[in-house]
């Protein structure tokens, strides 16, 4: 899950093109999601994975 900067486009292709680049094969991730909105975060401010998993298989359910 990628969140771009402000003001920037990015799209599945370019994030996977960076990952060849700088990763190992085996590194380099299988699917991408870019997520505009805020990650979902604990009050101490860590992002809540399981919140963001619960959300990434939500919007999959949808697309099927």
């Known amino acids: 899950v990628v ?4 003001g920037r486009s990015l799209t599945e292709d370019e994030v996977v093109s960076f990952c060849v ?6 590194k380099i991730p299988a699917k991408v999601a ?3 909105s805020e990650f979902p975060r604990t ?3 860590k992002i809540r994975k399981v919140s963001l998993r619960e959300s990434l298989v939500e919007g999959a359910e949808r697309d099927t």
Not at 21 to 26: K, R
Request: glycine share 6%.
């Open 3 to 6: 969140k771009p900067v402000a």
């Open 21 to 26: 680049e700088q990763m190992a094969d085996y």
């Open 34 to 36: 870019i997520r505009h």
């Open 43 to 45: 009050d101490t401010g």
